[in-house]
């Protein structure tokens, strides 16, 4: 009865703060701003001239902790090599590793290839249109599943990434630090383009952007921000550059390989023990070799 009361008080402290940000008036000239930048300065992305189911899940799956940039160098190219689901599915690790070199967190490629023969093997070839199904495919979290539902198939899904949380920090959250998703994603609902829910999520987007270029980063006062290591020196660098190696020789001595990256053998194994946990590589004896 006690944990009721509270949760019901908790709910209506969440719906009394949201309408307390949000009058009828202020979505309006809110929505009117975004779509006013969007319609002056949209940017231009391969992956939004399609509405291609496949097309947007690889994006989508690129786009995970990568910027923006690197995506448009490695997309149109790897499309080309995997048009679809059933060239994806039935090709080989090494060469999606290959395709997805530049990218960074090669799990990702994992996980895409994965995701691809669940899709043919479950779903006929054909993705889901429901957050349940999505979320159950390897590499598909919340944000994944909403963006994926919105920009392929049209639909009101509710979602926050990097750029939109930052627009609406902007906006909405000026007097507060320590900002919680939780506290966003009502505004995010409740500001939401219910007809046309892609090209609203596109300008939110290519809105947040541009408040990142302009200096200040609003996303610092959100509880999710942490300043990323410097990647030079990183396990991450290290993982990349075992992979790599790995494509470029194939089976190689483990000794080898840590001699030639200048790694202690400790920090070696820890390394490689995490790739092969992530189902990326093979150790057995003395040799290292990728999953094929």
């Known amino acids: 009865m006690v944990y009721a009361l509270i949760l019901t008080a908790m709910i209506e402290r969440n719906t009394s703060i949201v309408e307390s940000r949000l009058s009828r008036k202020r979505i309006i000239t809110f929505q009117q701003q975004i779509r006013s930048y969007y319609k002056e300065n949209k940017r231009g992305m391969p992956w939004r001239d399609t509405v291609d189911p496949y097309c947007i899940l690889v994006s989508e799956f690129m786009l995970q902790q990568t910027q923006t940039e690197r995506v448009l160098f490695k997309y149109v190219p790897f499309i080309t090599?995997?048009?679809?689901?059933?060239?994806?599915?039935?090709?080989?690790?090494?060469?999606?590793?290959?395709?997805?070199?530049?990218?960074?967190?090669n799990k990702r490629a994992?996980?895409?290839?994965?995701t691809a023969e669940g899709i043919i093997n479950r779903y006929t070839g054909k993705v889901?249109?429901?957050?349940?199904?999505?979320?159950r495919l390897p590499g598909i979290g919340k944000a994944t599943a909403g963006a994926i539902l919105a920009f392929a198939f049209n639909k009101p899904s509710v979602f926050i990434e990097t750029n939109i949380r930052?627009?609406?920090?902007?906006?909405?959250?000026?007097?507060?630090?320590?900002?919680?998703?939780?506290?966003?994603l009502p505004l995010v609902e409740k500001t939401l383009d219910q007809g046309n829910p892609r090209h609203w999520y596109y300008a939110?987007?290519?809105?947040?952007?541009?408040?990142?270029?302009?200096?200040?980063?609003?996303?610092?006062?959100?509880?999710?921000?942490s300043r990323q290591s410097p990647f030079e020196g990183s396990n991450r660098q290290v993982r990349g550059a075992i992979l790599r190696h790995l494509l470029n020789n194939g089976t190689m001595e483990e000794l080898e390989l840590i001699k030639?990256?200048?790694?202690t053998s400790a920090r070696g194994d820890k390394i490689l023990s995490g790739l092969e946990k992530d189902g990326l590589l093979y150790r057995y004896g003395a040799d290292v070799c990728l999953v094929t």
């Not at 030639?260 to 790694?263: F, Q, R, T, V």
């Open 81 to 105: 090599r995997f048009p679809d689901f059933q060239t994806l599915s039935q090709a080989g690790l090494k060469d999606v590793l290959t395709a997805w070199q530049g990218l960074g967190y």
């Open 110 to 114: 994992k996980n895409l290839k994965e």
């Open 166 to 184: 930052r627009v609406f920090i902007y906006f909405f959250f000026q007097d507060k630090n320590d900002i919680q998703d939780k506290e966003i």
């Open 128 to 135: 889901p249109e429901s957050f349940e199904e999505l979320i």
């Open 204 to 225: 939110l987007m290519d809105y947040g952007a541009m408040l990142k270029k302009q200096g200040s980063n609003p996303n610092r006062k959100s509880a999710q921000y």
């Open 260 to 263: 030639l990256l200048g790694i």
